[in-house]
């Protein structure tokens, strides 16, 4: 095969390396030197003009420039996807903060020195007439004393959570008085004199 240039030059165009391999490294990439040697002998040397055609496999040769550059491709093409997923889950996550929107707790208007008069309330309740709700908007006094309507205050939010709920459920079936006295036993709790309705519209 070394008194042959031309055949070393056909294997360095499919790009098969022929570094004065042996008959054992040509088998493994499936170039016989027997089938190819009696052929070349009855024609004689090849001309560079008319390249030798290599065996045709199952499967078509790709460079290796290619391969490398289509597993570039698809990598970056990985990594991409990623650090695009990424921000759209970062950035979905994050909800954008208004300045100056600050929730405040409900405030009570101080009507005298000795109560507390809450702002409205407004319920909606199920009347006894079918695919009707009621409407009751009810404004709440509390008597008590001066001195403790600062702790009154600080719990504002957990006695207002009491009274809505118990306009909820009574609205629709007690009357404003029967009301008054369940609203009085559910807040004996706090340092509550009395309890008493300013307002109180049913619709």
Do not use: C, W
Request: hydrophobic content about 40%.
């Amino acid at each position: 095969m070394a008194d042959q240039p031309g055949r070393k030059a056909d294997l360095d165009k499919e790009g098969i390396v022929f570094a004065d391999a042996g008959k054992a490294e040509l088998d493994k990439d499936g170039i016989s030197l027997e089938s190819q040697e009696p052929e070349a002998d009855a024609e004689g040397p090849p001309s560079p003009a008319a390249p030798e055609e290599a065996p045709v496999e199952g499967r078509p040769r790709y460079s290796r420039k290619l391969v490398m550059a289509a597993a570039g491709g698809a990598a970056g093409l990985v990594v991409l996807l990623v650090v695009i997923g990424f921000v759209l889950l970062k950035g979905g996550a994050e909800a954008p903060k208004t300045p100056g929107v600050v929730p405040q707790a409900p405030k009570a208007a101080i009507s005298g020195g000795d109560g507390l008069v809450l702002d409205p309330f407004m319920v909606f309740y199920e009347t006894k007439t079918p695919r009707k709700s009621g409407i009751l908007i009810a404004r709440v006094s509390l008597k008590v004393d001066p001195d403790v309507i600062p702790s009154i205050e600080s719990r504002l939010y957990d006695i207002r959570h009491i009274i809505f709920r118990r306009l909820s459920a009574a609205a629709s079936v007690y009357s404003q008085t029967e009301i008054t006295l369940m609203l009085s036993d559910d807040l004996m709790d706090y340092p509550i004199q009395e309890v008493a309705f300013v307002q109180y519209n049913a619709r």
